[in-house]
């Protein structure tokens, strides 16, 4: 143990897929035995897009279970839902104050989702990177696991918490990120331009972790490749096979170099169904282990109301340290 501070979360906004999970999830288990870690279920960032609400009540303890079945120690590391600390909200208020419409607006998820939901382009969406920044420097954090896609709000947070410090004195520390070499970003199946996504409507985009062997062995059957008939890495003219090796290495750990020698002269379908075999023996014993979790209920209500109470204890003492910086007055206690 190194005494350091690993923040992480992902939104509850769908069924996380083999991206979540091999961009961000895999590298946290990997990482738990050496950093203290906080483990979000970030469900304010997830209503910065229209949600069901009994939907999202579902999404949110479902990530919770597989939180835990993919890995995750729930008693060495906090595991809890970001709506259950204020604290979240008050610092990011105070940060929107401290950002410009400027970066904002040059965030590449903010011009992604904004185009996908243009009936719905609200403040939330636009300023999510300074609640992002305020669940990171709420807790000090030295370094943050995030896939390739999310580096651009790491940078801005970086940036706000100097900004902030640069005015007041040390108050955050500067956080690094941590990019898990294999599986940093994985893309579509349906299209590998685009990086595989949660909220994706087409159901063969994506792999989720709990689809069942069946249709994983059908999805990567469907999965776009090409003409070109052989199993290279090359990003450019091969971009869904490259797909499928940046999948197969992270799972695996074996490098690029062998696989391709492993398929030299062999089809695509022969590939595709190594991949898919790998998947589901990755897969398996997370969604046994969920399933255990959701017959547990007073188990996973215990966990949630723990690890609240540990994040909210943390997490105020950097929040009043910023509202006495910026000139809050202080609290008058009963005596
Ligand atoms: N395709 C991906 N490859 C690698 N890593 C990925 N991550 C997301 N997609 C991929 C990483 O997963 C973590 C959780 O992200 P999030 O839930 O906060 O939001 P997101 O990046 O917007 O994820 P999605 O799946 O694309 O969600 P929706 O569809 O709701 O927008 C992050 O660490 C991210 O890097």
Redesign the pocket.
Known sequence: MNNKTIF???????V??????????KNWTELQDEYNCLYCI?DM??IT?RQDPATLRKSSRNLLMQYIASGLNPEANIIYYQSHVPAHAELAWILNCYTYMGELSRMT?FK??SSKHNENINAGLFTYPAL?AADILLFQTDV????????QHLEITRDIAARFNAIYGDVFKIPEPYIGKA??????LQDPSR??????EDVNA?ISLIDDPDTIIRKFKRAVTDSMAKVTFDEQNQAGISNLLNIYTAITGETIKNIEREFEGKGYGEFKAKVAEVVIEELRPIQQKFEELSKDNAYIDNIIKENAQKATYLATKTLRKVQKKVGFPPLIRSK
């Open positions: 992480s979360g992902m939104q509850p906004s769908g996380i897929t083999l991206g979540n999970y091999l961009g961000a999830l970030v960032h997830a897009v998820q992604d989702k992002m943050v696991p995030v896939g390739v896609d999310q580096k599986g940093a970003k994985i893309m579509s990086k595989m996504s949660k909220s994706d994506t």
